[in-house]
């Protein structure tokens, strides 16, 4: 043998050996986010019109969708949509003059079944909707609060509480119903029920300011909400409650205010004055409860009838549904948190709720 040969093959299988890399056992890592996919938009329609629907904005393709209630089911969605809110894999239309909440799939919108709020032949005007663990709770304007199971979709009970509800949030592990009392001008009503969501009892009641309605929790133990007064002499105001006490806080009485939103620190107040015709947004600072800016929309975009408010926690933008002359179709608007426009689309008529859907996006780290 020539070991010349043989010794140069062996160097070169050990070179080659030596050479090759090494296998890699550890596992990829992967990061999983959460990014906004769109937003759904209520349009109530008219009152006894039976014509309330939903649109869509997709951020996939930037472009909206009207009907899409109706595209997905052939029917439409009812008399006057009230409130709308995505929980886990569903989303839940509350249908105030049809009296019932329509549940679909959050991204299909197909229905799910149709819940009927009924006392007897009369409709129980639902309103709006909180979630709390496995269960949905729906304030009707009969006075009551409806407790649906979020699996089976089966009523549980009917909580009494006080004078047309218009309002429910959750807030320190409770409840909080607004009783507005809507239905009795001038005699309108100034309480909150506090419910216990594992009893399904009413707690107690608390005063606030007369005709309650929106409201929301901060991080801080407070809740905010919109005291609508008597349309004459008590102006509509927001207020801060101490979610321990039950206690109003503040009043702030610089400006009225209609509705508003929350995310963060950071509040939205919108208002609309009847007599001049000019739409307003302010920014509140939840945290120091303070003004930031009287003017929110930074760029001069104009608009008409501010009709509903909602910030998006996950994309950070603010959308503002305007709703013209009412009669027509409306438009939503959407500004990033410095008050500037980023887009805008043709919504349905009377655009006044918001929900957010949301996707869970993977990616590799390493």
Same mark, same amino acid.
């Given at each position: ?36 996919? @769109?937003? +759904?938009?209520? #349009? ?39 409130? %709308? ?7 839940? &239309? ?11 799939? &959050? ?25 709390? @663990? #496995? ?30 509800? !218009?309002?429910?949030? *959750?807030?320190?592990?409770?409840? $909080?119903?607004? #009783? ?9 009503? #100034? ?6 969501? *594992? ?6 009641? *608390? ?8 409201? %929301?929790?901060?991080?801080? @133990? ?8 008597? +349309? ?24 009225? &205010? ?9 509040? $939205?107040?919108?208002?609309?004055? $009847? ?23 930074? !760029? ?6 501010? +009709? @509903? ?13 305007? &709703? ?11 500004? !990033? ?11 349905? %008529? ?17």
């Amino acid at each position: 043998m020539d070991y010349k040969i043989f010794s140069s093959i062996l160097f070169l299988a050990v070179l080659t050996v030596s050479c090759t890399d090494e296998p890699d056992d550890k596992p990829d890592i992967h990061d999983t986010l959460v990014r906004s996919a @769109g937003v +759904y938009v209520m #349009n109530e329609g008219l009152f006894n019109g039976n014509n309330a629907s939903l649109s869509r904005f997709a951020f996939s393709d930037s472009a909206a969708t009207a009907d899409v209630f109706l595209q997905a089911n052939s029917r439409g969605l009812g008399d006057t949509g009230s409130d %709308l809110a995505i929980y886990g894999s569903k989303m839940y &239309a509350v249908v105030n003059m049809s009296g019932q909440v329509e549940v679909m799939d &959050a991204r299909t919108c197909q229905s799910i079944k149709q819940i009927p709020l009924f006392d007897g032949e009369l409709p129980r005007q639902p309103r709006k909707i909180a979630f709390y @663990g #496995n269960k949905a709770f729906v304030c009707n304007f009969d006075g009551t609060v409806a407790v649906i199971d979020t699996t089976s979709l089966k009523i549980e009970k009917f909580i009494t509480v006080g004078q047309n509800p !218009d309002g429910i949030t *959750v807030a320190g592990g409770k409840i $909080w119903v607004s #009783n507005s009392g809507g239905l009795n001008f001038p005699d309108y009503n #100034n309480t909150l029920s506090i419910i216990d969501p *594992v009893t399904l009892t009413e707690e107690r009641q *608390v005063e606030v300011g007369t005709n309650p309605f929106v409201m %929301l929790p901060d991080s801080y @133990g407070d809740l905010y909400l919109i005291a609508r007064g008597n +349309y004459g002499d008590l102006k509509s105001r927001l207020q801060i409650i101490d979610v321990a006490t039950g206690s109003v806080k503040h009043t702030f009485t610089g400006f009225e &205010a209609i509705n508003f939103t929350m995310a963060g620190d950071t509040a $939205w107040v919108y208002n609309y004055d $009847w007599g001049t015709g000019v739409s307003s947004v302010m920014m509140l600072d939840v945290k120091t409860e303070t003004v930031l800016s009287n003017a929110f929309i930074s !760029d001069g975009t104009a608009l008409q009838t501010v +009709y @509903g408010i909602a910030a998006d926690p996950v994309s950070g933008l603010v959308y503002i549904s305007d &709703a013209r002359n009412f009669t027509g179709l409306g438009t939503v608007f959407a500004f !990033d948190r410095n008050g500037k426009l980023k887009f805008s689309f043709d919504a349905g %008529l009377n655009p006044a709720g918001f929900a957010f859907l949301n996707e869970k996006v993977t990616t590799l780290v390493r």
